[in-house]
T-cell receptor, first 114, second 115 residues
Framework: EPEVTQTPSHQVTQMGQEVILRCVPI?????FYWYRQILGQKVEFLVS????????KSEIFDDQFSVERPDGSNFTLKIRSTKLEDSAMYFC????????????FGPGTRLLVL | DQQVKQNSPSLSVQEGRISILNCDYT??????FLWYKKYPAEGPTFLIS?????DKNEDGRFTVFLNKSAKHLSLHIVPSQPGDSAVYFC??????????????FGKGTKLSVKP
């Protein structure tokens, strides 16, 4: 069964450093998403992406964040200058279409900012 | 601002019995609801969904009920199995205009099914 994959599974970085989290969505899916879950809190929407541009973003997704689809398979989330509060699990998701459809999630990347 | 609420942080059920997980929402514009199951150190796994035009959807041991007037949905698992032990998240989306349906999650309910 096709699945969303994410790399790395764990990332430790120093505050102020740039990190890039990578995702390979399900191959026939056209809509891509990033969510995060801070320890002990809810899963929160960050951004959605379709047709090589951002469709929606939350207030969490500020200028420090960017997303890109650099090739036909990868979907990346970049945090330019990490802060302690960026420590969280980051989940990538994809769906066939947008709107009222099921989003399928990857296993997540645990980011720890020291 | 909790638009999706799961008021029970945990639930313990005997194997073979019914598990009922509840979810309330406040946004009347939500029109699609999903349940995800999550094991530690894994991503949310899709279980079952329901559109607001329905009041019930069934898939094997899992049934989701939607009561729009009460803004309440529930997930029934019958019979419960030890492998069902996980955290269950309720999620909702509103789909209008250019919205791509970003999901709003509840805090989750940890289900423990005891043999």
């Amino acid at each position: 069964e096709p699945e969303v994959t994410q790399t790395p599974s764990h990332q430790v970085t120093q505050m102020g450093q740039e990190v890039i989290l990578r995702c390979v969505p399900i191959s026939n899916h056209l809509y891509f998403y990033w969510y995060r879950q801070i320890l002990g809190q809810k899963v929160e929407f960050l951004v959605s992406f379709y047709n090589n541009e951002i469709s929606e973003k939350s207030e969490i997704f500020d200028d420090q964040f960017s997303v890109e689809r650099p090739d036909g398979s990868n979907f990346t989330l970049k945090i330019r200058s990490t802060k302690l509060e960026d420590s969280a699990m980051y989940f990538c998701a994809s769906s066939v279409t947008g709107g009222a459809v099921t989003q399928y999630f990857g296993p997540g990347t645990r980011l720890l900012v020291l | 601002d909790q638009q999706v609420k799961q008021n029970s942080p945990s639930l313990s059920v005997q194997e073979g019995r019914i598990s009922i997980l509840n979810c309330d929402y406040t946004n009347s514009m939500f029109d699609y609801f999903l349940w995800y199951k999550k094991y530690p150190a894994e991503g949310p796994t899709f279980l079952i969904s329901i559109s607001s035009i329905k009041d019930k959807n069934e898939d094997g041991r899992f049934t989701v009920f939607l009561n729009k007037s009460a803004k309440h949905l529930s997930l029934h698992i019958v019979p419960s199995q030890p492998g069902d032990s996980a955290v269950y998240f309720c999620a909702a989306s509103e789909n209008y205009g250019g919205s791509q349906g970003n999901l709003i999650f509840g805090k989750g309910t940890k289900l423990s099914v005891k043999p």
